[in-house]
């Protein structure tokens, strides 16, 4: 098996190679072997890509300051049997509903280890959150710390509490995942006053106990400049509120969303030196301003799965317009990965069952949903395909499969995680009494 300089390969899980058969491997599996035995589309997750990642952040963190803990963002895609991998790792979570506290809990994660997040988290959600023990609640208005206060008065306890703060940091990154600009729907702006209100009454409240304080910039962002402006602005607000109202910072996060390739024109940093930066930062800042060190906590999601997942796709229908465009139709599209449609997001296709076939012309990667807007890859450079031919798609396992729907009554595809040669299923193909589960009106 050939490893280096195979097509894709910054794209592709560190596992990745090319058999004698030109098959694409991964993990040690032969990726059409895995289409015949578990059906397509599949997602093929490779469980040593995932734990490289978590133990680059937590050595980069961990070099940087005395007390790390990285979570990982469970909305990039939510599996237990990935939660497994992450707690064996060290790993905490960051989750953002009800839906992932019940999958953290039932997949038997330390719930001390679970940072609540979300803008508008429900007061069921946080009764069950309370209920199974999370580790903290990262507040992100007013009326969820008012509720906190009363739940916690409740149960006589102090619920553990992070403020998220709105820095007024602008990432480079599509405006639908900017979130630490002032104009945004998340957080407590520092800029306008009102995060230092929220701090006196957090400090003040008896059923919350206010640990420490919370920023998040956006997602796929390759720069470190505007975390490292983040880490400045909300360490300055702390020391501030350290004067002014005797605040004592135990914890900051600074949020996760660093990027990663999905074509060869993206080019992130590696975990470690992310994850260090970061944490010098801190350090540094902190040092500076004699506040005592937080415990520093980031929160990856991305860039612990997305490079560890590949979609794989069987090719059905081709379609020619002369000398307008060629349709090659694929078993998925839109209903297992929206992020092309909602974001323009670009893919960089391969022909995964013939990876040394060089390519021969452009053509147009389309779903197979009822919408003109259900196309993959657009204009891509392609061997020439047919039908039952495997495209793969790189750089699929983050906010794919997590952000699937069942449009026109699509079957969600299933998922495998590889390692050495072995594959097991992680998550089964849906079936159609899936799908009519929650119906009431059937016999
Ligand atoms: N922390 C908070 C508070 C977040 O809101 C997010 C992502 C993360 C951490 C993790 O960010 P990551 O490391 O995964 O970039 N659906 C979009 C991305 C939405 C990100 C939402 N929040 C996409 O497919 O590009």
Redesign the pocket.
């Known amino acids: 098996m050939r490893g280096a300089g195979i097509p894709g390969q910054h794209t592709l899980p560190l596992t990745a190679g090319v058999n004698s058969q030109e098959h694409l491997v991964i993990g040690g599996c032969d990726v059409v072997d895995l289409l015949a035995e578990f059906g397509s589309p599949l997602y093929v997750y490779d469980e040593e890509t995932i734990r490289t990642r978590c133990r680059q952040y937590v050595a980069g963190l961990s070099s940087a300051v005395p007390d790390a803990l990285v979570i990982y963002?469970v909305?990039?895609f939510a599996n237990s049997a990935i939660f497994r991998v992450l707690a064996d790792e060290g790993l905490g979570l960051?989750v953002v509903s009800g839906g992932e506290i019940y999958l953290a809990h039932r997949s038997g994660f330390p719930m001390d280890r679970v940072y609540f997040?979300g803008n508008n988290k429900l007061l069921d959600e946080i009764e069950l959150a309370a209920e199974l023990g999370v580790g903290r609640f990262v507040v992100d208005n007013f009326s969820e710390l008012g509720r906190l206060d009363s739940l916690g008065q409740r149960l006589g306890v102090r619920l553990p509490v992070l403020i998220r703060v709105g820095p007024g940091v602008e990432a480079h990154t599509?405006d639908?995942?900017k979130?630490g600009v002032l104009d945004s729907k998340?957080g407590i702006p520092i800029s306008t006053g009102q995060a230092e209100t929220a701090v006196l009454q957090a400090i003040r409240a008896r059923g919350v106990d206010l640990i420490g304080l919370h920023a998040?910039i956006g997602?796929?962002i390759f720069e470190m400049a505007p975390y490292l402006e983040t880490v400045d602005i909300v360490l300055d607000f702390a020391d501030r509120m350290r004067e002014l109202h005797g605040l004592t910072l135990r914890e900051f996060s600074p949020?996760?969303?660093?990027g990663i390739s999905y074509t060869h024109e993206d080019d992130p940093m590696e975990p470690n030196e992310v994850a260090q930066t970061v944490g010098l930062a801190v350090w540094k800042t902190a040092a500076d301003r004699g506040l005592p060190m937080p415990r520093v906590v980031i929160?990856?999601?991305?860039?612990i799965v997305g490079q560890a997942g590949v979609a794989l796709y069987t090719v059905g229908a081709i379609k020619d317009i002369p000398g307008v465009r060629r349709y090659v139709a694929v078993d998925g599209g839109m209903a297992d990965n929206i992020?092309p449609a909602l974001?323009g997001?670009v893919y960089q296709p391969l022909l995964a069952n013939r990876m040394d076939e060089a390519p021969s012309g452009q053509m147009t990667i389309a779903g197979r949903y009822c919408e003109s807007g259900d196309v993959l890859v657009k204009d891509a450079q392609m061997p020439a395909l047919h039908a039952g031919d495997i495209v793969a798609l790189p750089a699929s396992g983050?906010?794919n499969l997590a952000?699937s729907s069942n449009y026109n009554l699509a079957l969600r595809p299933g998922a495998v995680m590889v390692r050495d040669g072995e594959a097991r299923l992680i998550r089964r193909r849906e079936r159609y009494d899936d799908l009519l589960a929650a119906e009431t009106d059937l016999d």
């Open positions: 963002a909305k990039a960051d997040h599509h639908y995942r979130t998340f998040h997602s796929q949020g996760g969303g660093w929160e990856p999601g991305r860039s992020r974001y997001a983050a906010y952000m």
